[in-house]
């Protein structure tokens, strides 16, 4: 399909985004859609999906926590609030003023469905788009299919409803296709069904899903595709789906990694955050973490055991070996960080050699501060480093140097001692 179809295509359609809920089976005061999967929260990721169509409009239905939750929105997202988290028939419902004047298909997706696929979407809006029903349901067959809500099917195995897990019988809860939540609606039909349903079930909530019964129930047309993965439709609901969502990401973003160049020893064992940017022929060793917003380049070598946080720039050929944190802080071409050390909003140049055990203090009690060690400069073992405060070029540090804050060393010179003080002949330390 040519992207100028896709586009028009995309037009007629309006997203709806739920991520209102509280997440009472998280059991946590961080709202469930900003829990992280692989250091980003999981609503981010379904807000890229949407990004990646051209739609009209998408409308984001926030309650709990929402200013928490607005930080991460884009500008250009519609933002609606649910009042009393009464079910996702009632948060649905809401979007309905800010979409007045629009026409045609409503995609609604949920706020803890990271793992989805854009090809999914598109699979599910050019199928309702060519058969024009009431609505299309993504589904899945699955194995485990408890506590999603069960896909029921007529003689003629048309769907005919969706049943809550906590409303099904003992047949309906032996069924195996579950309906993933993802569902394409005709925004007409969507709320002239919304208008009708109850809160007369188990958990005294407005459902959407009873949109699809009672669409069906109404004569209505109710299409669906199937996917296989069930994983890619996995909704988090507690610690352990979290746990298992950030699994199968973290594949993901390992097996690409691979894919475009980059040695991992142990994919297994390495925990590498969505977005983070690795050179060819760079190699991560096995107990890496590497959280949000870093920046590896080409032929580097990080860990085993490094904790690289945001912020983290490492130049190519760069070696960060075992037990090392780094945040905030560049580290310049051909710099080695080779053993045990923490560098905090720290400026490393190149060529530099950072001694086993050297640590900045970057913090007073108050407030972070800079430190600078420029090209070639050679930090003594056990070294700290109280910032603010720079080691010039070529200069050297003793073994168990304390560089007190604003005592600068000067470059090609050489300090040793507590406090760090200026050897009369340079050299050695
Ligand atoms: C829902 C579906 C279920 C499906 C499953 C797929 C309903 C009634 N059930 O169940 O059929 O199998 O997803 O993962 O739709 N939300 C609000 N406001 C509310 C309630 C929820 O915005 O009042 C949002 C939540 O933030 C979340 C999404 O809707 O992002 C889904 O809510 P959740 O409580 O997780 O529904 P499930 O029980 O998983
Ligand atoms: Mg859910």
Redesign the pocket.
């Known amino acids: 399909m040519r992207p100028s179809q896709n586009y028009n295509m995309d037009k007629n359609t309006a997203v709806i985004?739920?991520?209102?809920?509280?997440?009472?089976?998280m059991k946590s005061a961080i709202?469930?859609?900003l829990h992280p999967v692989c250091s980003r929260p999981m609503l981010g990721y379904v807000l890229d999906l949407v990004k990646g169509f051209r739609v009209s409009k998408t409308v984001a239905?926030?309650?709990?926590k929402h200013e928490e939750v607005k930080n991460i929105l884009p500008p250009g997202i519609k933002i609606v609030l649910?009042k009393?988290?009464?079910?996702?028939?009632?948060?649905v419902r809401q979007a309905e003023k800010a979409l007045k004047g629009f026409r045609g298909t409503v995609l609604v997706l949920?706020?803890?469905?990271p793992l989805l696929k854009s090809e999914t979407i598109r699979q599910l809006l050019t199928h309702h788009r060519q058969s024009k029903p009431a609505a299309t349901v993504l589904t899945v067959t699955t194995d485990e299919p408890s506590?999603?809500?069960?896909i029921i099917r007529d003689k003629y195995s048309s769907i005919s409803g969706?049943v809550?897990?906590k409303d099904a019988d003992d047949y309906e809860k032996s069924i195996n296709e579950?309906?993933?939540?993802i569902i394409c609606f005709d925004k007409e039909a969507l709320f002239g069904a919304l208008r009708k349903i109850r809160p007369n079930n188990a958990?005294k909530?407005?459902?959407?899903?009873?949109v699809i019964t009672l669409l069906y129930k109404e004569g209505r047309i109710i299409e669906y595709i199937s996917i296989k993965d069930v994983h890619e439709?996995?909704?988090?609901?507690s610690r352990k789906d979290l746990a298992l969502a950030n699994g199968i990401m973290q594949k993901r973003i390992n097996d690409r990694l691979m894919q475009q160049g980059v040695s991992i020893v142990d994919p297994d064992s390495a925990f590498i955050g969505f977005g983070t940017k690795v050179g060819v022929d760079s190699t991560i060793y096995p107990f890496t973490v590497i959280e949000r917003d870093v920046k590896i380049g080409r032929f580097c070598s990080v860990g085993p055991f490094a904790h690289l946080r945001e912020g983290t720039r490492l130049e190519d050929n760069t070696v960060v070996g075992n037990f090392i944190e780094i945040v905030r802080s560049r580290i310049g071409k051909r710099t080695l960080v080779k053993h045990f050390s923490y560098i905090g909003d720290t400026l490393i140049g190149k060529d530099a050699n950072i001694g086993a055990g050297t640590v900045t203090a970057n913090f007073n009690g108050l407030k972070k501060n800079i430190t600078v060690i420029k090209d070639r400069a050679f930090i003594g073992s056990d070294t700290v480093l109280v910032a603010p405060v720079e080691v010039g070029r070529g200069a050297k540090t003793g073994a168990g140097s304390v560089v007190t804050s604003r005592h600068n060393v000067a470059d090609n010179t050489v300090v040793a001692g507590v406090p760090a003080r200026r050897l009369k002949t340079d050299g050695c330390a």
Do not use: M
């Open positions: 985004i739920l991520a209102a809920g509280k997440g009472e089976r709202p469930k859609v239905v926030l309650g709990h649910q009393g988290l009464r079910g996702t028939g009632d948060a949920y706020g803890d469905t506590g999603y809500g069960r969706i809550e897990d579950i309906n993933t939540g958990k909530e407005y459902y959407l899903t009873d439709v996995l909704g988090i609901n």
